[in-house]
């Protein structure tokens, strides 16, 4: 569906979405962040912390495509 068919209430219902996702998926990739890099600070070397920072690394792009559709 095309941006000027939507009613005005569904676009906001849209964007109130797309920023409380935004703010939540940078809230849980910040804090695996901040888990990966404690433990690979402080536990043992084991490789699943190293192996596990991959995941926010990779997922942190879709935060500018999201910011990308609240700016549509």
Known sequence: MKLNEKTTEKL???LRGLKIIN???IVVLGLLFIVCIYGLLKKDDNGVFSALIVVP?????II?????????
Not at 57 to 61: G, Y
Not at 64 to 72: C, D, L, R
């Open 64 to 72: 500018p495509v999201n910011f990308g559709n609240i700016k549509k």
């Open 12 to 14: 906001e219902g849209e």
């Open 57 to 61: 690394i990779a997922l942190s792009a």
């Open 23 to 25: 703010g939540a998926l």
